[in-house]
């Protein structure tokens, strides 16, 4: 297990590549379920959980290689073909792994029929139920049963004939399934208050390549005409918007001014009004985003939201950069039932937040002291490595594999723009 070294107090400035969307990625990958043909992704970020889920495909027979490019570069090519499906079982051992694998469930059903797929389970940050996802596959057919910590789904013989289902509340992953189930539905399915997230958009573009026929693409409400059978694709994977955001509350924090390459501004207005209020200056530049800060950081009140609100993958973030405001801040975070698990590390950092139920209330401070701090989810681990950059002192941050699931060599990407930073290995 390894930790990361930080020396904090070095203003960041230079070029930041951003990767491809791990939250796209996790989405597109299962896509290769749906046909038989070959599907090609490139732009692929190099992240612990899409090698995850590389090897769960590989376990259902899907062949997966991955084009040479350069070790440096950023991104890899992964071409997937499955023209035969060994099993259409994903079993626990993998799916407790990473939870993201329950985005097997809609494609595996399509494709084969029937699909059994082992109950997710919570993480840090809540519970995480699935009953949506069921409920959409329900309304469009298929008929569900759960035992012994396994969901099975099954289709009618010719296929599902689709329906209707308004969410409830706005979920990305059943959205998703219910999108992948739906591409060759024997009928129409119908999709009321989806999410509208970009990945969602980005899985759409995919689908609607290898031949979908989906309209709202974008919007709450999406319909699906199911077709016979989809064909092999190639595409480019969006760029992470959330690692984005991430970098950008890192310069900031630091003084600095960085050049987020890649970065797509029209996924990101939300993130992007929050730093501006926060006396962030944010330009949308020619293949990126310059963000830079010539003045006091600035205290702000918002919610997170469903898109395209402010994403509550961001909020652990921002809240370290608001932890050097200059006065106080409140947070509400509206999506999970646990995501302040940054605070009491934050608070050992010399932070001083104080949380009450899903409201975190942060007093901005003048200086924030580096501390040996330990990494509990993916977002808090980033949300410390910020703090650790602008602190005076040494920060480590223990228990990496959760900065690995989401920020593709974070330590190299930091290090190019004046980080002092190292990765060593945690005895
Ligand atoms: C996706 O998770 C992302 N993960 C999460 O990013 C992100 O935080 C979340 O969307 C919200 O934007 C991936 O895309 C792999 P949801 P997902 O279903 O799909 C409730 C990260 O840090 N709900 O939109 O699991 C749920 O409890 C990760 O990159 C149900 O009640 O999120 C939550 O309160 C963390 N029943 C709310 O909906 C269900 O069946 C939103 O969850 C499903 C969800």
Known sequence: MDKIIIAGGKRLSGTIP??????????????????DEPLTLRNLP???????????????????????????DFGRVMTLQAPRITSSVAPYELVRKMRA???????????????????????????????????????????????AGYVRAVAPDGGLPGGEFDFPV??????????????????TCRLLNAAR????????????AMGAQIEGIGTSELTVHGVPRLHGATHHVMPDRIEAGSYACAAAITGGEVFLKGA??????????????????????????????DGPIKPLTLSTAPYPGFATDMQAQLMALLCKAEGTSVLNETIFENRYMHVPELTRMGAHIETTGRTAIVHGVDRLTGAEVMATDLRASMSLVIAGLAAEGETQVHRLYHLDRGYERLEEKLALVGAAIERVGDD
């Open 18 to 35: 951003i990767s491809g969307a791990k939250n796209a990625a996790l989405t597109l990958l299962p896509c290769a379920l749906l046909t």
């Open 101 to 147: 694998s329950i985005l097997v469930l809609g494609p595996m059903l399509a494709r084969m029929g029937e699909a059994t797929v082992s109950l997710p389970g919570g993480c840090a940050i809540g519970n995480r139920p699935i009953d949506l996802h069921l409920k959409a596959l329900e309304a469009f057919g298929a008929a569900i049963e759960m035992a």
């Open 197 to 208: 997230e970009p990945e969602i958009v980005d899985l759409c573009n995919l689908l609607t």
């Open 170 to 187: 706005v979920s990305v992953g059943a959205t998703e399934n219910a999108l992948m189930a739906a591409a060759t539905a024997s009928g």
């Open 46 to 72: 190099r992240l612990a959980d899409i090698d995850g889920f590389q090897h769960l495909m590989n376990q259902f027979g899907v062949s997966t290689t991955i084009a040479g490019n350069r070790p440096e």
């Open 264 to 293: 797509r501004a029209e996924d990101m207005s939300a993130t992007i009004h929050a730093l501006r209020n926060a006396g962030v200056t944010v330009e949308p530049g020619k293949g990126g985003l310059s963000v830079g800060i």
